[in-house]
Structures are given as C-alpha cells and as structure tokens.
C-alpha cells in the first residue's frame, strides 16, 4: 500500500516532466534539479510496488490452493508427468479455495483476517514424539501441577 502511496503521490509530477503538457499547472511541474528525484522515486514506487503485488498473488494462489513453495514445484512436476500419461493428478491437500482459506484463517470476515491475531495456534509448531500436541493452558496448567505435587514447578503461566 505504500508503493501505492508513493507511485500516485509522484504520478502527476512524473507526466508532466516527461511530456510536458501546457494544460498542466505549475504545482505539478517539478523544478529543474527536482526532476531526477522525481523520476527515480516514480520508478521506483511503481516497479518495488508491482513485484511485491506479484509476490502477493502468488502467495495467496499458494494459499487458496493449499500448497507451500516447495509443494508447488513437486505438484507442477506431477502435473506435467500425468499430463504425459494421459491423466489428472490432483493435490491431495486441497480441500477447495472456500475451505483452504478456513483452515487457515477460520470463518471470521475476509478483511479480518488480514489483521494481526492474538490467537495462539492449536498444535504446537513441531511434534513431540512424532505426534502433534495440542496447545491449551488447561492441559499446561494441568502438566504444572503434576510435575512435583504442589502445584509449584517453577513455570509460570501468562
């Protein structure tokens, strides 16, 4: 959104330094030593704005289609190789665009969704012993006081 800010803050003074209009008032015209600037900070917003866009769309491709990076590269090799023999291959994570963004981001309001978010995440980021455990206060609570008895192991809860 600030390369947008940028390249339509620096739009107008970029056209009329490049072709000179005679309509164009004189608020809009850069001074001789402020056309370089201008022109590189144009430049600049538009090509850092559409290559951040274009990073932005494939993610949310990514998103909707459930697959990471390195998932993409493997499910477009297995595309092309069934594609070759005469078949469909399928990504067996994708549940559908509506339920991917879901698993993601649950059921709230697109624009919500967006926004930073307190929530912890069910499963912990790596699995113990090969199985994915869930995160709750309770169940730490619960581990805490049977570490020693009392009720007192030393781990505080936020």
Avoid at 22 to 30: F, G, L
Wanted: one cysteine or more; glycine letters at 8%.
């Amino acid at each position: 959104i600030g390369m947008l800010y940028g390249a339509t803050l620096s739009v107008r003074s970029f056209l009329s330094m490049s072709f000179r209009p005679k309509a164009v008032s004189a608020v809009w015209r850069p001074q001789r030593g402020d056309e370089t600037a201008v022109a590189f900070s144009f430049m600049l917003c538009l090509s850092v704005g559409l290559a951040v866009a274009c990073l932005g769309g494939f993610h949310l491709y990514l998103l909707l289609t459930a697959q990471t990076t390195i998932e993409f590269h493997g499910n477009y090799s297995n595309r092309r190789r069934a594609k070759q023999h005469g078949s469909t291959w399928k990504n067996p994570y994708d549940l559908g665009w509506k339920q991917n963004w879901r698993q993601v981001y649950g059921s709230q309001h697109w624009l919500r969704a967006l926004l930073p978010s307190s929530r912890e995440p069910e499963f912990l980021p790596i699995p113990i012993s090969g199985k994915p455990i869930r995160r709750h206060s309770k169940s730490i609570e619960q581990a805490s006081v049977t570490c020693n008895g009392h009720g007192n192991s030393g781990i505080n809860i936020v």
